[in-house]
């Protein structure tokens, strides 16, 4: 085993594999309580993209939509900047960030 630091009893072999996790993604609908949840292999800005088109489709017009978003930067990301930046036409998205330590 190699030693992960202080504070650990005890490391990883050096041939540990993760063997891709998958993400899940979900909105809470809290007047309602419904959830949309998409679980996607990989962990990157189309994935959440994808969800934000589900969101937006899901959500009548007119109304606000309050993303918490934790510490994953893919809301930083050109594209999703850009989707975002032509959406207030129809839905008001606002981002909150959630730092996780």
Same mark, same amino acid.
């Given at each position: 085993?190699?030693?992960?630091?202080?504070?650990?009893?005890?490391?990883?072999?050096?041939?540990?594999?993760?063997?891709?996790? *998958?993400?899940?993604?979900? *909105?809470?609908?809290?007047?309602?309580?419904?959830?949309?949840?998409?679980?996607?292999?990989?962990?990157?800005?189309?994935?959440?993209?994808?969800?934000?088109?589900?969101?937006?489709?899901?959500?009548?017009?007119?109304?606000?939509?309050?993303?918490?978003?934790?510490?994953?930067?893919?809301?930083?990301?050109?594209?999703?900047?850009?989707?975002? *930046?032509?959406?207030?036409?129809?839905?008001?998205?606002?981002?909150?960030?959630?730092?996780?330590?």
């Amino acid at each position: 085993m190699l030693p992960m630091g202080f504070g650990f009893v005890e490391g990883i072999t050096h041939d540990y594999k993760r063997h891709e996790a *998958a993400t899940l993604f979900a *909105a809470l609908n809290v007047i309602d309580g419904t959830v949309l949840d998409r679980c996607k292999p990989r962990h990157r800005h189309q994935e959440f993209l994808s969800l934000l088109r589900e969101i937006a489709k899901e959500v009548p017009m007119g109304l606000d939509i309050h993303c918490i978003i934790d510490n994953y930067a893919v809301h930083n990301h050109p594209k999703i900047r850009a989707w975002l *930046a032509i959406r207030p036409l129809a839905h008001a998205f606002h981002s909150h960030l959630q730092f996780l330590a």
